[in-house]
């Protein structure tokens, strides 16, 4: 499954590409609108911010590139958010931006830069090249035009969240969005395939033993499909809003205070009978607090199962703690460690007084697991990631799944999660 | 050695449990003694029950005779030794009525799994089967039998008191001189009137069904399917489909075959 879900970070960190029909765009223009221009020969990232504050559009420089934007004053902010400069736009007019040497590519001749005599930042309006052209203007259809559309931002992910690819497409990014759609497509057909091979009846058969390689492969297929299809599918409603608002890297939220985590851990376990193995699937929400820079602590592995086989309600809860070793730009590794508390109800299974008009026994059950676990998260949104974090426990009591499964105390147990998670 | 090295490296890939296997044989006999009915409810095992005469008192006890065995998972070899001798089965009686169920403690559920192994009644007590996964087979019995399993085939010979089946999923085979009342989600049915012609109702989801009748000399044939009907007796020869009707004499032996796109086969023991 590792490498299927990293397959996920490539997908989605496939290089933005603008489709033709876009520089036909070009021409279209806003009524009362201006345009920003930035030549060739720049390199780095941009994001223009309006005088609400609020940014209205990201630029990969390199191109040359034109932003339509209604009049008004303008302020450009580098990737690390410090201001360049401002600038102001005006109906009907085009403005060549002149940005620092240090937005220069070295590989190209020096254009629309400034010495760094001229400092990095300044409040005076850049230089005015003459006026917007016709929509026929041939240099207008050459230039390669960044748009936002604010519908898009909600548009993109919900197309996505019903169609996987879709907002991609929206986006005007159709090659992204087929990848996406064959990858999430073949993943959930994988999964349904695998989990339709199993043997219903498997076990029903005195002295049948089963082919267990085959069993463990089949379980195992099925845990990391299901898991790479979820990542897949959560990640490419991320990956369709962020390519709406912007498109550029996201910024983690080092200083978050709060985190909501859901989870799905999985093992491929031993079983008593026929069939010999199983899957141990446990779903859990967490809220972490951060303490201190990098350290985390909080409520974890919160979840309820019921079995409906003997009236079984499992209520378990927990506490983790991880510090975060490792910060890039879009992934964080973390490692730590917790306990996972479960506490079980059951009705008496015994059916040799079935008639009997007594109230059914009622058992209960206690469980507590510690654990250690290592954990990875890839940033798609600022607040947003997807993870996967290995972690190995030993249930000092028996320890209750879904659907009745049960794994016995003392019983090391290897499990991969599958998370995401929201900062705040 | 090939296989063994993949599964342990999708082991590794996916998360593994360790631990170990337990068992516990057992074995046990219930005396039976004014008993008329008995009921077996079990978790998930197979059941085979063999009936004995109940007229020969030498070798056929009037008792119920069973052995079988818990099978169990472990954290260490000790818990898995322990945890099979856990569970238990319980035997009760009330009058006429006995039933044989299992007692597996919150504990241990889960951690354990019962396969019984031949269970030996004498014929002519009345018997109830129930199980959740598992083969059901009845040979010999003289009394009438109900079988009510969640997914597994069903074998039964006998059951001259008469019979009624239900699986969720599973074939269904029947030799039977009694009347009979047969259902299966997804499964085959075959069934074979032994003796006199009885009334006989057989339900099937998916599957296809085989029925051998005594005698077509005196019945009310209904069948419905969206598959294939084939009739072939000495007084009906019809191939069709989706529905037929027939009665032949006073109609007073009820023959009801349904399925929703099983083929349907209807013949008689004498072909004529």
Request: glycine share 12%.
């Amino acid at each position: 499954m590792i490498p299927v879900s990293w397959a996920l970070a490539g997908v989605l960190a496939l290089p933005v590409s603008m489709p033709a029909s876009a520089a036909s765009e070009a021409a279209v223009q806003a009524e009362g609108s201006g345009r920003l221009v930035f030549e060739p020969g720049l390199r780095g990232t941009l994001s223009v911010v309006d005088a609400k504050g609020e940014e209205v559009a990201a630029l990969a420089l390199g191109r040359r590139v034109v932003v339509d934007l209604p009049a008004g004053r303008y302020t450009l902010r580098d990737a690390q958010g410090s201001d360049v400069q401002t600038v102001e736009v005006e109906a009907d007019e085009a403005r060549s931006v002149t940005l620092p040497a240090s937005f220069a590519d070295p590989a190209a001749s020096p254009v629309a830069t400034a010495s760094s005599s001229e400092g990095t930042q300044t409040d005076s309006p850049v230089v005015v090249q003459g006026r917007l052209g016709s929509p026929s203007d041939a240099a207008a259809q050459e230039v390669e035009l960044v748009r936002r559309r604010r519908w898009a931002r909600w548009a993109a992910p919900l197309l996505s969240a019903v169609v996987p690819g879709g907002g991609q497409a929206l986006n005007g990014q159709p090659g992204r969005g087929l990848a996406v759609f064959t990858g999430t497509v073949g993943l959930v057909l994988g999964t349904v395939a695998v989990w339709a091979a199993r043997d219903p009846g498997a076990g029903a058969t005195a002295g049948q033993s089963g082919d267990n390689p085959r069993q463990i492969v089949r379980l195992t297929g099925l845990a990391g499909l299901s898991s790479a299809a979820g990542l897949l599918y959560l990640g490419q409603i991320m990956d369709a809003h962020a390519q709406a608002v912007d498109r550029r890297p996201p910024r983690p939220r080092t200083g978050h205070v709060i985190a909501l985590e859901v989870s799905r851990f999985t093992a491929v376990g031993f079983a008593p009978g026929q069939p010999a193995f199983d899957l141990y699937p446990d779903w859990s929400l967490a809220i972490m607090g951060q303490l201190v820079p990098r350290l985390t602590l909080g409520l974890s592995d919160a979840g309820v199962k019921y079995t409906r086989n003997r009236d079984m309600l499992t209520v378990q809860a927990g506490v983790r703690a991880a510090y975060r070793f490792y910060e890039g730009r879009r992934l964080w590794l973390a490692a730590g460690g917790g306990g996972l508390f479960q506490g079980t109800r059951a009705r008496a299974r015994t059916t040799a007084n079935a008639d009997a008009e007594t109230d059914p026994e009622i058992e209960r059950a206690f469980s507590a697991v510690p654990y250690v676990h290592f954990d990875a998260r890839l940033f798609l949104l600022d607040r947003w990631s997807l993870g996967l974090m290995p972690r190995v426990s030993v249930p000092l009591l028996a320890r209750r799944f879904r659907g009745g499964r049960t794994l016995p105390r003392y019983a090391t147990t290897f499990e991969l999660g599958a998370n995401m998670g929201v900062y705040f | 050695m090939r296989r063994s090295s993949l599964a342990a490296g999708a082991l590794a890939l996916a998360g593994c449990v360790l631990g170990f296997r337990g068992e516990a044989p057992f074995s046990a006999e219930h005396a039976l003694t004014d008993t008329t009915e008995l009921r077996i409810e079990l978790p998930n095992t197979p059941l085979s029950v063999v009936a004995c005469a109940a007229d020969v008192p030498d070798t056929c006890p009037e008792s119920l005779r069973y052995d079988g065995v818990w099978l169990s998972v472990g954290g260490s070899r000790k818990d898995a030794r322990e945890q099979a001798a856990t569970p238990t089965l319980e035997f009760s009686r009330d009058e006429g009525f006995a039933i044989l169920g299992a007692r597996v403690p919150l504990a241990v559920d889960g951690l354990v799994d019962l396969e019984m192994g031949q269970l030996r009644v004498p014929d002519d007590r009345h018997l109830d089967l129930r199980t959740g996964v598992g083969d059901v087979s009845v040979v010999g019995t003289e009394a009438s039998v109900v079988i009510d399993v969640e997914i597994g085939d069903v074998e039964v010979r006998g059951a001259d008191g008469g019979l009624a089946v239900r699986t969720g999923s599973g074939n269904i085979d029947v030799v039977t001189p009694g009347h009979a009342e047969l259902r299966t989600g997804d499964g085959r049915v075959e069934v074979s009137q032994a003796g006199l012609a009885r009334e006989l109702t057989v339900v099937t989801g998916r599957g296809d069904m085989v029925v051998t009748l005594a005698n077509d000399a005196d019945i009310d044939l209904q069948v419905r399917t969206e598959g294939r009907i084939s009739v072939r007796t000495p007084s009906i020869t019809t191939v069709t489909s989706g529905q037929l009707d027939r009665r032949n004499g006073n109609g007073s032996v009820r023959i009801e075959l349904s399925s929703t796109r099983g083929d349907i086969e209807v013949r008689t023991v004498d072909p004529g």
